[in-house]
């Protein structure tokens, strides 16, 4: 692979994609969910595209292996996520009703990734590199659907929601369900359970909000990883930064989110006990644009599903704001 080349490539998309003057946060591609992406269903209508790495690393950098995968594998995909609002069909009404489809497509190549690990991450932190064996070299893809019911708790928005999904392609198949809060009010919160709307809180849920998701997917093998977990339970916790004072013209155009997540474990040991693993998550929103990383490193290791990134830019957005409501 010609690194340096994929390397502009990737920084041409970044300067184009911040060179735009409305926040759109995709959902994430399978396996990303598992990698500790963030994963909360999107309530608002978005068309998504870009880029997203994930990286598994058979070693850890004092050469101890993950369990019997006996390859790296740096997953490099192509990105479209699409969710629609339902209204309508015949007779049928939808109120409150979203659906996904996403869909991840590129090659498994091992140079993206490793640079990004070794090169960047390891050399800024001045930890060990991580040592690569066999390569993992092909084209893989995942396809996600779902849908998603969204309800409104405690404000005049809708925060809660549940839904089910699935995920399937070369790497794993996975029926899910999933149900939390997403942007969650402190101040609304308060008061819906008949406290006094204290100004502090108020003032302290203008610029924070909190989002919590439990997700319980049955794992099926795939063409590419044979030996996994028979189900997966994941739970999600994020606390985001933004102006939400203005929840007529929600969402708001910049977002800071920081999340962590405990997964079960998608992958298994050598005794065939699933592997437990945790991560920790930053998504920055701008307009239009949306950059987020994941990274194990609250698990105090460095191998397996270690880390992850992607960047996606608001389609949708963009045709809306140059051209006009689709």
């Keep these: 692979m010609n690194l340096p080349r994929l390397i502009r490539h990737a920084l041409t998309l970044a300067l184009f994609s911040f060179s735009f003057i409305s926040i759109g946060q995709a959902e994430s591609p399978a396996p990303s969910v598992h990698w500790g992406a963030i994963g909360y269903p999107e309530n608002d209508r978005t068309?998504?595209?870009?880029?997203?790495?994930?990286?598994?690393?058979?070693?850890?950098?004092?050469?101890?292996?993950?369990?019997?995968?006996?390859?790296?594998?740096?997953?490099?995909?192509?990105t479209v996520s699409w969710t629609e609002r339902l209204t309508r069909f015949r007779s049928m009404t939808f109120t409150g009703w979203t659906t996904n489809l996403t869909v991840g497509v590129g090659p498994t190549q091992d140079g993206l990734s490793r640079f990004l690990q070794n090169d960047v991450v390891h050399k800024l932190r001045e930890l060990t590199e991580v040592p690569v064996g066999t390569k993992r070299d092909g084209t893989d893809f995942m396809l996600t659907g779902s849908l998603t019911k969204w309800k409104t708790l405690f404000g005049r928005r809708e925060e809660g929601f549940f839904g089910i999904g699935f995920a399937g392609g070369t790497l794993?198949?996975?029926?899910?369900?999933?149900?939390?809060?997403?942007?969650?009010?402190?101040?609304?919160?308060?008061?819906?359970?008949?406290?006094q709307d204290v100004r502090p809180i108020r003032t302290f849920s203008h610029f924070f909000r909190f989002s919590a998701m439990g997700r319980y997917g049955g794992i099926f093998e795939s063409g590419t990883y044979r030996t996994l977990a028979p189900h997966s339970v994941l739970g999600q916790a994020s606390i985001s930064l933004a102006d939400y004072r203005f929840e007529e013209t929600f969402p708001p155009r910049w977002e800071i989110e920081v999340a962590a997540s405990v997964d079960s474990g998608l992958f298994v040991d050598l005794q065939d006990e699933a592997i437990e693993e945790?991560?920790?998550?930053?998504?920055?929103?701008?307009?239009?644009?949306?950059?987020?990383?994941?990274?194990?490193?609250?698990?105090?290791?460095?191998?397996?599903?270690?880390?992850?990134?992607?960047?996606?830019l608001d389609l949708l957005q963009i045709y809306d704001e140059w051209i006009g409501p689709l």
């Design 278 to 312: 945790r991560f920790v998550s930053l998504a920055i929103t701008v307009p239009y644009v949306t950059f987020e990383t994941w990274n194990d490193l609250i698990n105090q290791k460095d191998y397996g599903p270690t880390f992850g990134l992607r960047l996606t």
């Design 172 to 195: 794993y198949y996975e029926p899910f369900v999933r149900a939390g809060i997403r942007r969650l009010s402190l101040a609304d919160m308060v008061k819906a359970f008949g406290g």
């Design 47 to 78: 068309l998504l595209a870009g880029l997203t790495v994930n990286r598994f690393t058979e070693f850890d950098g004092a050469g101890k292996r993950f369990n019997d995968i006996q390859e790296t594998a740096g997953f490099n995909f192509a």
